[in-house]
């Protein structure tokens, strides 16, 4: 085919479909396609002429020479001319080609940048934007919570059995406390659903403030506060209000997600710093640690809900999550970076102990006082048992605090200082109950699913009592949680001795936790290409055959890698055998503190006052008067009253629910009797360690002194 074919039929290769106003590149690259074709074509002619000459030849002899020479002339010259052409031609529709790419490129990376900069200024409206929604959103690096100053009461609401919707709930109870119950359980949702939309919980203001029959559960095993899972409404879409499905984006179809609702206990304001709680949280959130805080009130918060399952007492002893739990402890203590002034103020457990003692002093030498002066009484029952159980550390409370002052001594010495203790801090949770641990359930392809990271299907939660820390405080609060039971129905505050993890299960936990790299890359974060790759083990056998090193240094080697893990894990289980008493004596404080006693505030409040100061230290105490009631209009004095009467007509109904109060009080958590058995392992290891002598201690508390010698 000759150039001017070429030209005379170009224009039929041009398709007449619209795509190629779509792909303006396809007509060039049909065209080189067909160039490609001809230029063959036409290297295959220019040699038809001499094979068509030695035929000739044969046939007539040479008496044509000459006319052939010039007709192969002639044809050569035609067909240099279209080659030149044809590669002329080839060489402008491949620039034309990487033009038309180039072009491409450039416009899809000008698109990349324009979506990028508008991605980026979204970010920045959103940053700068003051309406702060609920799905913890982030500034610099912190996250901003919506905060409102209201108080949400639970004081009727908090039974395990009344918050279902009102399909699941028995209406058949008549009697007038089963009507309030009901009644406070439907304004205690109605207030909760207020206070989703005053906070903005994110999908929570589709729903409507009256009517909706949301399910509020509360969770067993939350010591310090009181623990709910909210849920919406199951017929949400029928509230809504009437509009065409087809307008719904399918976000705003789905439910929104469940809450976790935590409202404080009544005694929290004497054990927590909320304000120092938030910096923690804040903390925890760059690093995506821990549940999302979604919103605060005066006495409580909204949390993200986990798809999780609360560990039990019988989870700790598995010797896989065993394993498990103590990797994810490795990876909290140097995830997070101690704040200078955290590492100054020295050790949590008695920052804690020291905040904590002077109205630990003022409830325990109340209670005291009424035991030695044989004030018991008649049987105690529920809140009342302690009166039978004798004096809540043993002792009088003088010489328990006497001792724990000797101990903390000692403990200092054995590091050389306090300065040798302050440099082995680190950032520990501090309450690592099984209450506190969670198990996701994935679903589906998901990441935990692989071998590597199954233990970060655990997810610690409530870090209440989050801080500065030695390892050994974190290992010894573990350990004794081994020996809890807090679902058991009749002695959830025993502390059963016998339960502490043995040396061997002791051992494996800080084998794991010692062994555990956090930060190392793991499988699940590099490529598909060094994925496939073998893994390296610590074992001698999996690489003898490749290494170049003689099998009897690399036996030496692998063995000096098993004496420094075995002294590890032999310096950390010391570690947290010294610093369990610590543990024990900063748990008596807390359980004092938490404690409810009959007329016990009422009492303190009096001698404070008849002192000339102030019981709760400028915070006021559970039951004592507002000291604005002086200025109450009319109004509000009138309503209190009310509120009285009605306290006093609940009081009298209640000898006729008689039995039923009596289970619910019994029900409650027993805070004097986990502080003594507290105490009874604080002199166990007391007497363990010759910092006390039998001699010392009375009868009974030798008799009652919980002792692990390991």
């Given at each position: ?11 039929a ?8 106003a ?6 060039l ?10 230029k063959?074509?036409?290297s ?12 000739s030849?044969?046939?007539?002899g040479?008496g ?23 590669e ?19 416009s899809?990376s ?5 979506v990028?900069?508008k991605?980026?200024?979204r ?9 702060v929604?609920?799905d913890?959103?982030?500034?610099d ?7 409102a ?17 009102s399909?699941?709930?028995?209406l058949?109870?008549s ?7 009901r ?15 005053t ?10 403030l009256?009517g ?18 909210v ?13 065409n ?17 935590r409202?404080?206990?009544p ?6 710093d ?7 949280l804040?903390?925890l ?10 919103g ?13 399952v ?5 989870d700790?002893?598995?010797?896989e999550?065993?394993?498990q ?19 100054t103020?020295?050790?949590f ?17 109340w209670?005291d ?14 809140a ?8 809540v ?12 002052d ?7 010495d ?18 690592t109950?099984?209450g ?16 590597a990271?199954e233990?970060?299907?655990l ?6 009592y989050?801080?500065?820390?030695v ?102 289980m ?66 209190a ?5 009605n306290?006093?007509e609940?009081?009298r ?13 019994e029900?409650?958590f027993d ?17 363990q ?22």
């Amino acid at each position: 085919m000759s150039l001017s074919l070429l030209k005379s039929t170009g224009q039929a290769w041009v398709p007449e479909d619209s795509r190629v106003a779509r792909h303006p590149t396809l007509p060039l690259l049909r065209c080189n396609q067909l160039l490609v074709l001809e230029k063959a074509r036409a290297s295959k002619h220019r040699l038809k002429p001499f094979v068509d000459q030695v035929h000739s030849d044969q046939v007539h002899g040479h008496g044509q020479q000459k006319h052939f020479s010039h007709h192969r002339r002639q044809s050569s010259e035609l067909s240099d001319d279209d080659s030149l052409a044809l590669e002329k031609l080839e060489k402008i529709l491949s620039t034309n080609l990487q033009l038309d790419s180039d072009s491409q490129t450039v416009s899809a990376s000008r698109k990349a940048s324009l979506v990028t900069r508008k991605s980026s200024i979204r970010r920045s409206i959103r940053k700068k934007s003051t309406g702060v929604s609920s799905d913890t959103e982030y500034q610099d690096g912190d996250m901003l919570v919506p905060s409102a100053d209201v108080t949400l009461d639970n004081s009727k609401t908090l039974s395990y059995t009344g918050g279902a919707d009102s399909s699941q709930v028995d209406l058949v109870g008549s009697s007038k406390k089963s009507k309030k119950e009901r009644d406070a359980w439907v304004q205690f949702k109605n207030e909760i659903v207020r206070l989703t939309h005053t906070l903005k919980c994110k999908g929570w203001r589709r729903v409507p403030l009256e009517g909706a029959d949301i399910e509020v559960e509360r969770l067993s095993g939350a010591l310090t506060n009181a623990v709910y899972v909210v849920s919406p409404p199951k017929d949400l879409s029928q509230l809504l209000p009437n509009r065409n499905d087809s307008t719904l984006s399918l976000a705003n179809k789905r439910p929104p997600a469940k809450l976790l609702l935590r409202i404080y206990g009544p005694q929290v304001e004497h054990l927590i710093d909320r304000d120092n709680e938030l910096q923690i949280l804040r903390r925890l959130a760059r690093k995506r640690i821990g549940p999302r805080l979604l919103g605060t009130f005066a006495n409580g918060r909204f949390e993200e809900f986990f798809n999780a399952v609360t560990l039990t007492a019988k989870d700790l002893r598995n010797p896989e999550t065993s394993k498990q739990i103590a990797k994810r402890m490795r990876e909290l203590h140097e995830g997070i970076e101690l704040l200078p002034e955290e590492r100054t103020a020295g050790p949590f457990v008695w920052r804690n102990w020291d905040s904590w003692v002077g109205r630990c002093a003022e409830v325990i030498s109340w209670l005291d006082e009424k035991m030695i002066a044989g004030q018991q009484g008649t049987e105690g029952k529920g809140a009342d048992a302690w009166k039978q159980r004798g004096l809540v550390c043993g002792v009088e409370w003088p010489v328990f605090r006497k001792t724990v002052d000797r101990y903390r001594k000692w403990l200092e010495d054995q590091y050389g200082g306090s300065d040798a203790v302050k440099d082995s801090l680190v950032f520990a949770h501090n309450d690592t109950q099984y209450g506190n641990l969670l198990r996701l359930k994935p679903s589906g392809e998901s990441p935990l699913l692989m071998p590597a990271n199954e233990h970060k299907q655990l997810i610690v939660i409530d870090f209440e009592y989050a801080s500065a820390n030695v390892p050994g405080l974190e290992f010894a609060n573990h350990f004794t949680e081994w020996c809890y039971n807090y679902h058991e129905p009749s002695s959830s505050y025993a502390l059963r001795e016998r339960g502490y993890p043995r040396v061997e299960e002791q051992h494996r936990f800080l084998k794991a936790y010692v062994q555990h790299r956090p930060f190392r890359p793991s499988l699940s974060t590099q490529s598909s290409s060094t994925s496939l790759r073998p893994t390296l083990s610590h074992s001698v056998s999996s690489f003898m055959l490749d290494s170049r090193a003689p099998p009897a240094q690399l036996a030496e080697d692998e063995k000096g890698r098993e004496e420094r893990v075995e002294n590890e894990v032999r310096r950390l289980m010391h570690e947290a055998r010294i610093w369990r008493p610590a543990n024990s004596a900063m748990w008596v404080a807390w359980g004092i503190v938490q404690a409810k006693v009959e007329g016990m505030d009422e009492a303190l409040q009096a001698k404070k006052t008849a002192e000339g100061g102030d019981v709760s230290g400028g915070k006021r105490t559970s039951g004592a008067p507002e000291a604005e009631s002086s200025h109450m209009t009319p109004e509000s004095k009138n309503m209190a009253k009310d509120e009285q009467e009605n306290q006093k007509e609940e009081a009298r109904e209640a000898p006729a629910e008689g039995p039923e109060a009596e289970d619910e009080e019994e029900a409650g958590f027993d805070y004097l009797g986990y502080a003594q058995q507290r105490a009874m392992f604080f002199w166990g290891d007391m007497l363990q360690m010759g910092l006390v002598g039998k001699e010392e201690l009375p009868k009974e508390v030798r008799a009652k002194a919980k002792v692990v010698d390991y």
